[in-house]
């Protein structure tokens, strides 16, 4: 059964009440993902008109998929949501889908890139050494399995970082590998964080996310998911992270 919930998001002087709906009973965390992109979606609305009010404009656009050959950080939960999706698709469309997730293992498999990919970092050389990984893997130019024809087949899937990845630079400078020329939207708060955190341990070094290209092989090693909550505490954690991290970044 699912019930409605209104949660309010306060970012300075601006409140933001954000409406969805969740399952009453216990579920997996990956259940709950259609409301929490009905927060991100919110958010993200909310930080383009805040871009608008200053002149600037999303130039994200259809055809372009530059930020699709990054090291995409999918949480858990986004993984088993999406190897779901892989896995209901029509063929040809699934194995077309499933060959470029192995082209790109392959690739990165004789790298070693993916290895601890996305952990918590402490200390500078951490960070390069995370930095340097990232820009190597978006060297390869190995796109997301889902682009084609440079636009994303899953859209109404896709997870919550490409939802708020969004720039108002020109287009063409996100092909820099370094950044460079590159102007992220401000957003309010970063779902995908959040939701990565309430999915991770807190004492592991570890956080509960992969790049995209690693979803297939990852959920074929981790078949099940962990424990159930029932909705409304999923989506309690989800804004009680969300408005703490906010709160941080003030
Ligand atoms: S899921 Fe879609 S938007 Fe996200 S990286 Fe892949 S193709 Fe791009």
């Known amino acids: 059964m699912l019930i409605p919930m209104s949660v309010q998001l306060q970012f300075g002087e601006s409140p933001i009440l954000?409406?969805?709906?969740?399952?009453?009973e216990p579920v997996e965390l990956s259940e709950v993902l259609p409301a929490f992109r009905l927060i991100a979606d919110q958010l993200i609305d909310a930080a383009i008109d805040k871009a608008a009010s200053e002149n600037k404009a999303v130039s994200c656009k259809k055809g372009c998929g530059a930020c699709c050959r990054m090291a995409v950080p999918v949480s858990e939960p986004e993984a088993y949501r999406l190897r779901s999706v892989v896995d209901a698709m029509p063929e040809p469309q699934k194995s077309r889908v499933q060959e470029r997730f192995a082209l790109g293992m392959e690739v990165f498999g004789r790298t070693?890139?993916?290895t601890n990919m996305f952990q918590r970092v402490s200390g500078e050389?951490?960070?390069?050494s995370a930095m340097a990984k990232l820009d190597a893997y978006y060297a390869t130019?190995?796109?997301?399995?889902?682009l084609e024809d440079e636009s994303c087949s899953i859209y109404d899937e896709r997870p919550l970082i490409c939802r708020e990845f969004l720039v108002t630079s020109p287009a063409e400078n996100c092909a820099n590998i370094d950044g460079a020329g590159v102007e992220r939207l401000p957003t309010l708060a970063r779902p995908g964080d959040a939701l990565i955190l309430i999915a991770s341990n807190p004492n592991e070094k570890r956080i509960a996310s992969m790049p995209m290209i690693q979803i297939l092989e990852w959920t074929n090693e981790h078949p099940n998911q962990p424990e159930a909550n029932p909705g409304p505490e999923w989506m309690g954690l989800f804004v009680q992270t969300l408005q703490t991290k906010a709160n941080n970044s003030i």
């Open 141 to 146: 130019g190995v796109a997301c399995p889902f």
């Open 112 to 114: 070693g890139l993916l």
């Open 125 to 128: 050389e951490e960070e390069q």
């Open 18 to 24: 954000c409406e969805a709906t969740v399952p009453l």
